[in-house]
C-alpha cells in the first residue's frame, strides 16, 4: 500500500511540474508571437509573415512554392489514414465474407451427409432410392423416393418437431455420429 501511495504522489507530482511547463511555453510562445506580430506591422512585411503564418510560404496562389515539410506529413498523415479506413472497411468484408463461406461449407456438408446416408441404404439393400422434395398445402418433406408418394408418418411432426430442415439434419447428424461411435467396429 506504502508502495502505490509513493507511486502515486511522484504521478502527481511529475503532471503539476508538466502542467507549469506547458503555461510556461504557451506564455513564451505568445510573447514572441505578439512581439513578431507588431515588428512585422511597424515595418510593413504584416502580409508576408501572415501568408507564412497561414500557409507556410510567402506564395499569395500565383506562383508555385513546394510543400513544407509539415504541409508533406499532413499529407502522408491523411493518406495513412484514409489506407487505415479502407483496409478496416475491407476487413469486415473479409469477416462477413468468411463467415458466409463457413455457413456454406457448413450446408454442403449436411447435403452430402443426406446423401452418403442414401448411399449407404442403397449398398445395404440393393435399392435405387433417389431424393424426392414433396411440397403440397399439407406438408413439407426431403424423402427418399423411388415409389414412395405418400409419407406414412405424419404423425412424427409433433412437440419434436425442428423448425427447419437445417436443424432437423444438423439434429439427425448428431445422432448417426453418436450411434457410429457406439458402434463395434469389425
Request: net charge neutral; hydrophobic share 35%; aromatic share 6%.
Amino acid at each position: 500500500m506504502k508502495v502505490e501511495v509513493t507511486q502515486i504522489e511522484a504521478l502527481e507530482d511529475r503532471a503539476q511540474y508538466a502542467e507549469r511547463r506547458l503555461r510556461h511555453c504557451k506564455q513564451w510562445y505568445a510573447e514572441r508571437l505578439e512581439r513578431l506580430t507588431a515588428y512585422a506591422k511597424e515595418n510593413g512585411i504584416w502580409p508576408d509573415v501572415a501568408r507564412i503564418i497561414a500557409n507556410g510560404s510567402l506564395s499569395d496562389g500565383t506562383r508555385y512554392d513546394p510543400p513544407t515539410y509539415a504541409q508533406q506529413m499532413n499529407t502522408a498523415i491523411h493518406r495513412a489514414e484514409a489506407a487505415e479506413d479502407r483496409a478496416s472497411k475491407l476487413q469486415g468484408t473479409v469477416d462477413t465474407l468468411e463467415s458466409q463461406i463457413a455457413e456454406l461449407r457448413k450446408d454442403r456438408e449436411r447435403l452430402d451427409f443426406l446423401d452418403q446416408c442414401n448411399k449407404r441404404l442403397n449398398a445395404r439393400y440393393g435399392t435405387d432410392y433417389g431424393w424426392q422434395l414433396i411440397l403440397n398445402h399439407n406438408v413439407n418433406r426431403l424423402m427418399l423416393g423411388n415409389q414412395m408418394n405418400v409419407d406414412l408418418h405424419d404423425s412424427h411432426g409433433g412437440k419434436g418437431k425442428l423448425p427447419s430442415c437445417r436443424a432437423a439434419i444438423d439434429k439427425e447428424m448428431e445422432r448417426t455420429a453418436a450411434l457410429q461411435h457406439k458402434e463395434p467396429k469389425p
